[in-house]
């Protein structure tokens, strides 16, 4: 700890007022992992009132959202060395939290705080030992009374007690299993997966808020199939996303066709290997549920074939009703439904068929979505028939270059008439709906045609409106 003196000077601070301060959970496990960053966790026997007032005097900034739970957040400007003259000035987000117990009301979707007045009491009810150990303040003390140092090094996420009291206290906690076997590659013990399956109902008292948090972790890093894997086996992902599991689509030797639930984990780890600017929980969203509406939609054909036609539209309107269940924006409903319903659009693309028309119109329909559409498109390609592969690869390939050439040549991505709404007033004497009537019929006259210029656009709209007034 001695690489962060910020954390040695609260905790003097907090020794000189007769507390005692430890730096605790994630942040001690980051830091034996080689990665601790400027968000510091601490725990103290100090209550919230004495936190606030020790903090005040030495803090840049102070929130108190947290304060019923007995957490006080504050900010705090310093190097992150001892040496003055070196390291830049870093923002610490530092958390402190009173030593405590808490546990969930069987009925209740709040937890229940009472404070504790010992570390050890604190850490036993910590989530897994990996996060229940703590170096006290400022004399750089390790405590571990749970051994996680041995299981951070054997890379297994253990709880402190019992996995049944542990899920008890919070449910939460059976879907962090998860999130932490994806963050950090390791491995849950069986007895917690066991407790995870037999508990998993449990997770039916937790708001739709703080699932959707987790998930969004989940998903957002290194591993996501690894906890996606454990969700679908223990029957969490029955409770909180059910649309996953359902696509284990049973195969049999008269009905073969892909295991739609492991293409979309696959499609899911391509499209983050394609990612050029860091997780993009959109995109990630969008290649896990881009399949939801095939369980709905198959039909066995005559002949031994299997079809699931139109399913990305009943899988558009399917994510958006699971994602709005989740509670998330509706902006990220609307853009992640419309790449589920958009994902086919390419496989009508054959040989590079498509007229410029046709190429405008999956720009305009794609939006600022385009990206991602490139993005999700290509990573559902999960043939092992590396020629069939490749081929759709030049494919697409064809139709971005053909993309680029008419952006360069049309700026497709402001796809707009060749009159503005002001211009159709004057020219046809109209308001209202008359104007966005006019307006559509030149936007599909520029998908259909390109840029005709004003002119020619004139002469379009007069003929219409003459022969729409007969």
């Excluded at 399917?318 to 709005?324: A, F, I, P, Q, S």
């Amino acid at each position: 700890m001695g690489a962060y003196p910020v954390a040695e000077e609260l905790g003097r601070r907090f020794q000189r007022a007769g507390f005692r301060l430890a730096l605790v959970g994630g942040s001690v496990r980051d830091a034996l992992l080689g990665r601790l960053g400027n968000d510091l966790d601490f725990t103290t026997d100090a209550r919230p009132e004495q936190i606030l007032a020790l903090l005040k005097p030495w803090a840049d900034a102070i929130w108190d959202v947290g304060i019923a739970f007995g957490t006080v957040g504050a900010r705090k400007k310093a190097r992150p060395t001892a040496d003055p003259e070196h390291g830049e000035l870093f923002d610490f987000q530092i958390e402190i939290t009173t030593y405590r117990s808490e546990a969930y009301d069987r009925d209740s979707r709040k937890p229940e705080v009472s404070y504790g007045d010992t570390i050890e009491e604190d850490l036993v009810r910590r989530d897994f030992t990996v996060n229940a150990m703590a170096v006290a303040l400022p004399e750089l003390a390790f405590i571990d009374p749970h051994h996680g140092l041995d299981d951070l090094a054997a890379k297994l996420l253990r709880t402190p007690g019992t996995p049944e009291a542990s899920f008890s206290d919070d449910p939460l906690r059976m879907l962090r299993a998860a999130r932490f076997a994806a963050q950090l590659d390791f491995e849950v013990a069986p007895e917690v997966v066991t407790a995870m399956t037999e508990m998993a109902e449990r997770i039916d008292i937790v708001s739709a808020e703080r699932v959707q948090a987790e998930l969004n972790k989940l998903l957002l890093s290194a591993h996501p199939r690894k906890g996606l894997l454990l969700l679908v086996d223990t029957g969490l992902a029955e409770r909180v996303l059910p649309e996953l599991p359902a696509l284990r689509l049973e195969r049999d030797e008269h009905h073969r066709h892909k295991d739609v639930y492991d293409h979309s984990l696959t499609v899911l780890e391509q499209a983050i290997a394609l990612e050029d600017e860091g997780p993009d929980l959109t995109l990630r969203l969008a290649a896990l549920l881009h399949d939801i509406g095939k369980p709905r939609t198959r039909r066995f054909e005559d002949g031994g074939g299997v079809s699931f036609h139109h399913h990305e539209l009943v899988g558009a309107k399917m994510t958006k009703k699971r994602l709005r269940e989740l509670k998330y924006s509706n902006e990220l409903i609307a853009d992640v439904s419309r790449l589920v319903e958009l994902h086919l659009r390419f496989h009508g693309y054959g040989s590079g068929e498509w007229t410029d028309s046709a190429v405008r119109r999956y720009v305009r329909d794609a939006g600022p979505l385009l990206s991602r559409l490139h993005k999700l498109t290509r990573s559902d390609c999960t043939t092992r028939n590396r020629k069939k592969a490749a081929a759709l690869s030049r494919s697409y390939d064809g139709l971005e270059q053909r993309i680029a050439e008419l952006q360069e040549k049309e700026e497709l991505g402001a796809i707009r008439p060749d009159l503005n709404g002001h211009e159709i007033m004057a020219i046809l004497g109209v308001q209202g709906r008359d104007v966005g009537a006019a307006y559509d019929f030149l936007l599909e006259l520029r998908l259909e045609n390109g840029p005709m210029g004003p002119e020619a656009a004139e002469a379009a709209l007069r003929a219409w409106w003459a022969d729409r007034e007969r």
